[in-house]
């Protein structure tokens, strides 16, 4: 398996799926290209909707589609859905219409765009809307999974993609499940716990196996599923070790941080939660540059867990 970017992985699985499921349509804002919706255009041009520049439309043309019994993807820049927070409210979440919200370009891994383009604060957004469920898959298996788990799916789903192309960490016949943490390491002695989502879950997995070298024992868990959240393996992890520490292209400010926190704290648990995300805006770069220098890449993430006491 090689290295691809999840947006890349849902565009070939929504086509394949809309083969046998007459139902699936696709809408887009003018990002076609970007959102790899292209292989579905093609195939389905009756049930490929062209909104144009607006987002706000678009999300209230696939409400409505919803209403009327089709299954409607709605894709963009997960900034530009995350800016459409009121519509996604009363169009989307409120009503609890069946709408699958597609962000990609997640995170400061979009590289050389910048920070307009940048999804950073999406899931702090939309976890505060109630009905939504929040999927971030790490890999294309895992997005292929999680695309045809959200078509099954009666409700509201945001499924939040890269941009840039990931390494695989999962073999054939993984099996998704949104209600399960997928702990990818976990090793008997290991003291510290790493919560990792997305584009970064890789990096992840890798320094805890450089650091296993060293005789430093690392738990890894892929978290997938942000909203909601598996506060049971969340709380199971806690019990365990002294330190959590989430790791995640976000904002540290409501993304998966902040719901491990919560989860941690309202549990009455003492372990200590430490937070590896953006804290400010982002900048232009390649993605390597980028994560290197906000601390999010293989060799930061390994320093920092080093300098932690085990």
């Not at 919706?37 to 678009?58: C, H, L, S, V, W």
């Not at 719901?259 to 549990?267: G, H, I, K, L, N």
Request: aromatic fraction near 6%; include cysteine.
């Amino acid at each position: 398996m090689h290295p691809k970017s999840t947006r890349v992985s849902f565009g070939e699985t929504i086509a394949k799926i809309a083969e046998t499921n007459p139902q699936v349509v696709v809408l887009d804002a003018d990002l076609g290209k970007s959102t790899m919706t292209g292989e579905f255009a093609k195939k389905f041009p009756d049930r490929y909707f062209e909104i144009g520049i607006a987002e706000q439309n678009m999300i209230g043309t696939a409400a409505g589609l919803a209403m009327g019994g089709k299954i409607p993807f709605a894709t963009s820049f997960a900034c530009f859905l995350a800016g459409r927070f009121e519509t996604i409210r009363m169009s989307v979440s409120y009503p609890h219409t069946n709408v699958k919200l597609v962000g990609t370009h997640a995170g400061v891994a979009i590289g050389e765009d910048g920070y307009s383009q940048m999804g950073l604060e999406d899931i702090a957004v939309l976890r505060s809307l109630p009905n939504l469920t929040i999927l971030q898959p790490a890999d294309d298996l895992e997005t292929a999974a999680a695309t045809e788990w959200a078509v099954q799916h009666s409700g509201a789903v945001y499924l939040r993609l890269t941009r840039q192309k990931v390494n695989p960490i999962h073999t054939e016949g993984y099996r998704f499940s949104p209600t399960q943490a997928d702990i990818l390491r976990d090793p008997k002695e290991s003291r510290i716990a790493v919560l990792a989502t997305g584009g970064v879950v890789y990096n992840s997995l890798k320094a805890s196996e450089e650091l296993e070298k060293e005789g430093i024992l690392v738990t890894v868990a892929n978290i997938h599923t942000i909203k909601p959240l598996d506060e049971e393996s969340v709380r199971s992890l806690a019990k365990k070790r002294h330190t959590l520490v989430t790791i995640e292209d976000h904002n540290v400010i409501g993304g998966l941080g902040s719901a491990v926190s919560e989860v941690v704290a309202s549990s009455g648990i003492s372990t200590r939660v430490i937070r590896l995300g953006m804290k400010g805006f982002g900048q232009s770069g390649s993605p390597e540059e980028l994560y290197e220098k906000f601390g999010l890449s293989a060799g930061k993430i390994k320093e920092f867990l080093r300098s932690l006491p085990h």
